[in-house]
């Protein structure tokens, strides 16, 4: 404990958030988990108890391995310390085990990785200019930064409520980022490759690395204007590159390519069977589209354009993951989404190649590849948003017109993720998660902006407090109205479209001012 | 105030705290017949609601006064009657008189950790709040790290979200006095501390001071012109408030003396379980509670508890200040949990609660202080099972102090307010100057006892020919740690500033 003292005691601000966010998050021990606890102590025994050969075709529960391989060489490691805890959860038959010790055990894995992310945290703190430096410590970029990232709503109640491991992932996103950051670009490369077989959800942000370091680390000039330099390509770099991410991939692919089990493993990995939103709607662009699909079809039966007997009666916020028909719009199918992702992609992806901006245009067009994923992705789930919403926090403190972007996308998309807990004991918390987390960032960028306009204007306020009346309807109005038995989807279909609208504004807004921003010009590195 | 935010981030924080603790396990969870504090409670909304309120406080067919009878003043039972009628209209089995006994569920839990959140976000809170903006001469930010602490102070989240009671209420009542005796308004101040005893009866440990400044105020003032109308008014406002409070035990005397025997049950003898006081500590050596009559018990200890409040309560008495007044509240109420008669170990809070008032001044000791006051109720926390949001709270607080007051910088006499009584030892002892590096050895060593006997008696069984080692060390300990504060205490109250500053011109 006096070491304890001693290490907070020197006015070191760092460790003492992250000691208090560490601390919460054993407070939030006792409290609901979902079905992703039992999912993650199944692949905890498979891993464990099976060999190699059986982890990606073992299918006793339900909830089989569908992450890449790093991901299980992680819970076996894992699971070589959860033995010391509770042998039982061990077993792959044992399904829906939790005994006390074993929900101990999780929530501290989850606690204990979190330390990378509060590394990759320090490292990008590094990362930003303190040119706008205050006065006092708690108006610091670096002092807000390290606070939106530490104490991230997202991250605390879908990680340490709803049970993930999201924390020691974006770590190593961030980390990989604030290597780029710091001009070591073989590092960053290796961290997002081994991020890569980690969870390859990471997939839709690969193509701002891959532009990226193609254009700013393997082109090694470029002209005056900006412009490419294309006798500077350097093919050392290239290949150095290149035999990173092989052997990253040879080592987490490998042994299965010999058991001759890719097949399989990539089967598991993209099951395209899903439906085209999860059982909650993610709010992005096909949740609209299916709003709108609703509303005609219901305006279509008041006027008796469609015929009620041929409307397929699967209602898409209700039950299972599902295929799901659309009634009047066209159904749409998984090339399509894909088709629309990409285009959605392309434009950043092109700046990011003609327009060149060092690594805060890489952050940028990374944003925007994991939003516009997010928005047309197919099977997309709300906790999504945070693959935006971590790189975005580093954004936010540069330049008032990104906090503004940052504030919309943030609030929104944290509250999309409040269907994730539905317990009444976690109501309370996650009310005031929320508005400690919304209440402190705008608060804070308000201050640090003061000089410059106002980071809202009327409609975008108007918008960000009509979250507060949505949530009395939803929470607290509607499940004592006659219409709860009724539509029991309507709070999640109204949550799902009212962010919607906001994050697809957020997503619009960036586009645009990475298209308009003008090129950086002379400040050319290297 | 334009860091309204942090202010506004720091009070959701505790609140956020104060809910997470309350998911874990209460008194008595799952314990029958007798269950515990939360049961307690319930059951009082059950009587309250369900008996006329002359039979509240007597023993009948319908209310078994040794089941949980009710042995607080009437706020109390009026606040449970509000309650049960919130509790009516959600569910009526949860107060149906004789069925709801030992009645449990989730959503039952979470209805009784409401009454309480939503009691502590009325009282105590915005008292915390309002005293924080009040401190003078400090920066806006010192002032939210000032609030920051105090409404981290784990003793009373544990006690009120953990084990289950309603500490906050009386808590946040008397801050309200000390607010308003303070800042003059005291005919208001003392309203809000008559409030605070009629809640629960522990508030007379804090309730000398409060005379002593009042009377002091009156005194300074001339008790021949304003002061003596300043004294008519307040205890015109003391009676007022009494008699509003208790107006329904007045119609018969029997009722009133009742009560009165319910509130201070002197036949339960010294003390109760293991508390952290002298006596318990005491009768590990000599069987004091067997060996004394009762009557003379009750003659020794309120004896000791006289004698230890006298100088201070003179002081005050004869220079009464803001600041004094603070600190006598310290060493009174500190006097009383040590020596009084019958006292419990959650009655700690009631010296915990001005020490947290005094954490700017000497952040320190007053750090130290807390974190045992939390050690001191350990035993109990064990029993429900709360250990681990013991150890997490505790931890939140340390560093909250450590990073907010950088306490460990902040030990030179001077910051003790030790300079004054140091140097008049300086006039007998001139070598006497290691004072400051004796207080921090002595804080290391307290703390690493804390530390072991935690976790002994987290892993170790205790031997069989004495089950309660543990908790008997932990009293002692404490015990030994609160004799110590109350010496300092009463050291700085009787070297108080205006001595020093007349050393300070004079050197």
């Not at chain 1, 339900?62 to 033995?83: I, Q, R």
């Not at chain 1, 040879?250 to 099951?271: K, Y």
């Not at chain 1, 925007?368 to 789930?381: D, E, I, N, Q, R």
């Not at chain 2, 009948?60 to 919130?86: K, M, R």
């Amino acid at each position: 404990m006096a070491a304890l003292g001693v290490a907070t005691g020197g006015g070191d601000w760092f460790s003492a958030l992250a000691l208090g966010v560490t601390l919460l998050k054993c407070l939030l021990i006792p409290t609901y988990h979902s079905t992703d606890f039992e999912v993650h102590r199944n692949w905890l025994a498979i891993t464990h108890s099976l060999p190699i050969s059986q982890w990606y075709y073992e299918a006793t529960s339900e909830w089989t391995l569908d992450y890449p391989p790093f991901f299980a060489w992680f819970e076996y490691a894992l699971s070589h310390v959860a033995k010391y805890f509770d042998q039982e959860m061990l077993n792959v038959r044992n399904l829906n085990y939790s005994s006390s010790r074993t929900l101990l055990f999780q929530r501290f894995s989850v606690i204990f990785t979190d330390t990378l992310f509060v590394y990759a945290v320090h490292e990008c703190c590094k990362c930003i200019d303190g040119k706008k430096a205050g006065r006092e410590l708690t108006e610091k970029p670096k002092f807000i930064l390290s606070v939106l990232l530490l104490w991230n709503f997202g991250l605390l109640i879908v990680d340490h409520i709803h049970f993930q491991y999201n924390g020691f992932l974006s770590g190593l996103m961030l980390l990989s980022i604030a290597r780029l950051f710091q001009k070591r670009h073989k590092e960053g490369a290796f961290l997002f490759a081994v991020l890569l077989h980690f969870k390859h959800i990471y997939l839709y942000v690969a193509p701002a690395y891959g532009v990226y370091l193609l254009r700013s680390y393997c082109f090694t000039a470029n002209k005056p204007d900006g412009s490419i330099r294309w006798n500077s390509f350097s093919f050392l770099r290239l290949i150095s590159l290149g035999l990173i991410v092989f052997l990253v991939s040879a080592l987490s692919l490998g042994p299965f390519l010999a058991l001759n089990q890719l097949p399989q493993v990539f089967s598991r990995l993209f099951p395209f069977k899903r439906g085209l939103c999860h059982a909650y709607w993610a709010p992005n662009f096909w949740a609209l589209y299916s709003a709108l699909d609703k509303v005609l079809s219901i305006i279509g039966l008041e006027l008796k354009f469609l015929d009620p007997s041929k409307i397929p009666k699967a209602s898409m916020t209700s039950g299972l993951v599902q295929q799901f028909q659309h009634t009047v719009l066209p159904s749409v199918t998984p090339l399509a989404t894909l088709i629309c992702t990409l285009i959605a992609i392309l434009p950043s992806i092109f700046c990011l190649w003609f327009k060149p901006q060092g690594p805060r245009g890489f952050l940028r067009c990374l944003i925007l590849c994991a939003l516009s994923s997010f928005m047309f992705g197919w099977h997309v789930h709300e906790k999504a948003i945070l693959l935006a919403v971590l790189p975005m926090s580093l954004l936010s403190v540069g330049k008032a017109g990104d906090a503004s972007i940052f504030l919309i996308l943030t609030t929104t998309g944290h509250y999309s993720l409040f269907p994730l807990l539905f317990t009444a004991p976690e109501l309370p918390i996650k009310i005031l998660l929320m508005l400690l987390f919304t209440i402190y960032s705008v608060s804070s960028l308000k201050t640090l902006f003061r000089k410059e306009k106002p980071l809202f204007n009327w409609m975008e306020t108007f918008y960000l407090l009509g979250l507060g009346p949505l949530e009395v309807f939803c929470e607290f109005v509607f499940p004592f109205t006659s219409w709860k038995l009724k539509y029991p989807f309507i709070p999640l279909l109204l949550t799902s479209v009212y962010c919607a609208v906001g994050i697809t504004y957020a997503w619009f807004k960036l586009y645009v001012s990475v298209l308009t921003d003008p090129p950086v010009g002379k400040t050319k590195k290297q | 105030m334009e860091k309204c935010y942090l202010m506004t981030a720091v009070v959701l924080l505790g609140l956020t705290v104060r809910w997470t603790v309350s998911l874990n396990s209460y008194s008595g969870a799952g314990k029958p017949p007798m269950f515990g504090d939360y049961e307690a409670q319930r059951h009082w909304q059950e009587i309250t609601i369900n008996l006329p309120i002359k039979q509240w406080y007597f023993n009948g067919s319908d209310n078994n006064l040794q089941y949980w009878g009710l042995d607080y003043p009437p706020l109390t039972a009026y606040h449970s009657l509000l309650c049960a009628y919130v509790a009516k209209f959600i569910n009526p089995d949860w107060i149906a008189l004789h069925t709801s006994r030992g009645y449990e569920s989730q959503a039952h839990k979470l209805f009784m950790r409401a009454t309480v959140l939503i009691a502590d976000l009325l009282i105590y809170i915005p008292a915390v709040v309002l005293y924080c903006c009040c401190l003078k001469e400090i920066s806006t930010k010192k002032k939210i790290a000032n609030a920051l602490c105090i409404l981290l102070y784990p003793g009373l989240i544990l006690i009120d979200y953990g084990h289950f009671q309603y500490n906050s209420v009386s808590l946040g009542f008397a801050l309200w006095g000390v607010l308003g005796v303070s800042y003059d308004w005291d005919l208001l101040g003392s309203l809000a501390f008559c409030l605070a005893i009629n809640y629960k009866q522990m508030e007379l440990y804090h309730s000398l001071p409060f005379f002593c400044f009042l009377l002091g105020k009156c005194f300074k003032k001339g008790l021949k012109g304003k002061g003596f109308v300043l004294l008519i008014k307040l205890a015109c406002t003391v009676v007022a408030s009494f008699i509003l409070c208790w107006l329904p035990f007045f119609t018969e005397r029997e009722q009133t003396l009742q009560v009165l025997r319910r509130l201070f049950p002197v036949d339960r003898g010294l003390f109760e379980d293991k508390v952290a006081n002298i006596w318990c500590t005491f009768s590990v050596f000599l069987k004091i509670r067997d060996i004394l009559p009762h009557h003379i018990q009750i003659m020794i200890s309120f004896c000791f508890t006289f004698l230890s409040l006298l100088p201070t309560c003179i002081k005050l008495t004869l220079h009464p200040s803001p600041k004094g007044f603070k600190f006598t509240l310290v060493s009174c109420a500190l006097s009383f949990f040590l020596f009084s008669f019958q006292v419990h170990e959650k009655s700690i809070l009631l010296v915990s609660l001005p020490v947290c008032l005094v954490l700017r001044e000497i952040p320190f000791m007053s750090t130290w202080f807390l974190l045992v006051s939390t050690f001191s109720m350990l035993p109990l926390l064990l029993k429900d099972e709360l250990l681990m949001p013991s150890v997490v709270t505790v931890m939140a607080f340390f560093i909250a102090c450590a990073t907010s007051f950088s306490i460990f910088e902040k030990t030179s006499e001077e910051e003790l307010q030790l300079k004054s009584f140091s140097i008049s030892v300086r006039k007998y002892f001139p070598c006497f100057t290691f004072f400051p590096r004796i207080i921090r050895h002595l804080f290391l060593i307290s703390v690493m006892t804390m530390v072991l006997l935690t976790l002994m008696t987290v892993t170790l069984d205790p031997p069989q020919k004495l089950p309660d080692l543990f908790s008997v060390l932990v009293c002692f300990v404490s015990c030994l740690n609160f004799l110590f504060f109350l010496v300092y205490f009463n050291i700085i109250i009787m070297w108080d500033s205006k001595n020093g500053r007349n050393q300070k011109k004079i050197n």
